[in-house]
């Protein structure tokens, strides 16, 4: 048979399986949907909620609020995802002996969980495995268990590189620059409940221009000073006190923070401030396909990161921002307009919010005093606090070694007046 033909029929019989697996899940969980209802009308108090229900079965109230939404669900493969255990469920058709349940339907319940059992550990393997294939075509499936799975890496990655945060945070500023061809890009990094686990931990952030340019990038603080030559750059009034002391060493278009020194236990946040002045082209003809970029890379491991971006009305005037979040682990950071890179973004449910207009509407759960840092720093850079429109995305446990991006497509300069 020619490679091409076997292909062709491999391909086909795998397509056959995942259908006839997507089939029984439906069928079991609506099976087992269907019985456990059954039990629970017999069942005094389960139309009341999970705590009168765990009293009158005896049970613990976690588990009876997971077997309840399952039971409510409207979806079958909803009801494979939300159900406890095939253990925990016979516990509960047991309780449910001693308040009279009819035998025929405690009998039809243990072989619906039974056959639950079975498609996990015949069908699947185990119920991690059962997991990630509901993953692909349950949302809420798939939202805990991306949660989960970025959770386990995170203790994983903090371990291993003896370092963590509670709150990684960006925010990028899309200025026009006093050069009215070009953009000013401002930096904000603020890392909160930051803690060094082992005495080695090196604790490092990056900022770089995404695009060539034949200027060199001089990288200033707030007060204009050339930020290689300042001895400490934190902002020292948003950081734990003492203020940590953070280095700049600036690298061609990178440049690296470093902080001295964090004790064991210690737990301090930083605050940076970096400006650019006229970083990036002001415009772009649209009929290039260009889009202009800033990105958030994770590079120290953390609980929570915000990224936001703050735009000028006149910089991408009515675009919104679109997101991809790439694998950085192997060809280093990628460049938004590089097509080639495509193959490594992340396929990870995260969304770009909207903020709305001027710093009043930027606040911040996340990072404390958040909407002062930023009214401080357009104080100091004279910029007007009720013209950026803002953006965000802000998600749990990032993984170690992506990097997020929110582009604008770029837009020509306007039209010459008549």
């Not at 699947?124 to 268990?145: K, M, N, Y």
């Not at 930096?187 to 931990?201: D, E, F, Q």
């Not at 034949?214 to 203020?243: H, Q, S």
């Not at 772009?284 to 120290?300: E, F, K, Q």
């Amino acid at each position: 048979m020619p490679a091409s033909s076997e292909r062709a029929r491999n391909k086909s019989a795998q397509s056959a399986s995942h259908e006839t697996l997507e089939l029984r899940i439906n069928r079991v969980g609506a099976t087992l949907r269907a019985r456990l209802a059954r039990i629970l009308e017999q069942v005094p108090g389960a139309d009341s909620g999970p705590q009168r229900l765990a009293s009158e079965l005896k049970l613990d109230k976690v588990l009876t609020s997971r077997l309840l939404k399952a039971v409510r669900s409207d979806d079958a493969m909803s009801v494979i995802h939300r159900a406890p255990g095939p253990d925990p469920l016979r516990r509960v058709v047991r309780a449910s002996v001693r308040h009279g349940v009819k035998p025929d339907d405690i009998s039809a319940a243990y072989s619906a969980v039974d056959e639950f059992e079975e498609l996990i550990r015949a069908d699947v393997g185990d119920r991690s495995s059962l997991e990630a294939i509901l993953s692909s075509w349950v949302p809420e499936a798939r939202r805990d268990f991306e949660l989960r799975r970025k959770q386990a890496a995170f203790r994983a990655i903090s371990q291993l590189k003896g370092m963590q945060a509670d709150v990684f945070a960006e925010t990028a500023i899309f200025w026009p620059s006093d050069d009215p061809q070009r953009m000013d890009v401002v930096w904000i990094k603020a890392v909160t409940g930051l803690a060094r686990l082992r005495p080695s931990a090196v604790v490092k952030f990056t900022s770089k221009r995404g695009v060539e340019s034949p200027d060199r990038r001089r990288p200033l603080t707030l007060a204009g000073e050339p930020i290689e030559t300042v001895k400490n750059t934190v902002i020292a009034d948003f950081c734990t006190e003492p203020a940590p002391e953070v280095t700049a060493r600036v690298m061609g278009e990178q440049t690296h923070y470093l902080l001295e020194r964090v004790n064991l236990g210690d737990s301090v946040r930083i605050v940076t401030v970096e400006v650019n002045r006229a970083e990036i082209p002001r415009f772009v003809a649209a009929s290039r396909g260009r889009r202009a970029w800033a990105s958030s890379d994770v590079t120290i491991p953390a609980q929570r990161l915000q990224f936001d971006m703050l735009v000028h009305p006149e910089c991408f005037p009515g675009e919104h921002p679109d997101l991809r979040v790439y694998d950085t682990t192997i060809l280093g950071t990628a460049d938004r307009n590089d097509p080639a890179r495509e193959i490594d973004v992340l396929d990870i449910i995260e969304n770009v919010d909207q903020l709305g207009v001027g710093i009043a509407r930027f606040g911040s759960s996340d990072v404390p005093r958040y909407r002062q840092l930023v009214e401080h720093v357009f104080e100091q850079l004279g910029f007007d606090p009720a013209l950026p429109r803002g953006y965000r995305v802000a998600t749990d446990y990032p993984v170690h070694g992506s990097q997020y991006v929110m582009s604008f497509r770029t837009t020509g300069p306007p039209a010459a007046s008549a």
